[in-house]
């Protein structure tokens, strides 16, 4: 039988490390520390993201880490360790563990932007393309 979403979320539970808003507040722009956006560019434009941020659309996530990849982004390859978020945590959760899996030393943000905004902490615009 296949897997269901919710089997899959609760796997990446057990081996990811979530991480609150609060907690990332202080250190979000710490030099060892990148926030990762994966949401869909529209919703970037719509809601805003996490200044700083790092801005990669999950279709495109394991092609940018993979340094084989001709798609591969050097800021994967810095050896910091990843903060993954996208709208609630679902999507970086998975995000999370499939980064680990490949290498990567990565975290995901609980309740992702929506309880980063509801926290009343900082957001920056994305502007639109074009």
Partial sequence: MAKGYKQMLAEAEA???????AEMAGQFDA???VMVDIRDPRELER???IP?????????LEFWIDPESPY???????????????ASG??????ARTAQEM????????GGFGEWKKAGLPVAEKAARG
């Fill in 103 to 110: 290498g990567l030393e990565a975290r995901s943000l609980l």
């Fill in 72 to 86: 591969h982004k050097p800021r994967f390859a810095e050896g910091k360790t990843y903060v993954f978020y996208c």
């Fill in 52 to 60: 700083g941020a790092f801005h990669a659309p999950r279709g495109m």
């Fill in 15 to 21: 081996v990811v490390q979530s991480v609150s808003g």
């Fill in 31 to 33: 030099a060892g520390i």
């Fill in 47 to 49: 809601e805003g993201m």
């Fill in 90 to 95: 679902w999507r970086s959760l998975l995000a």
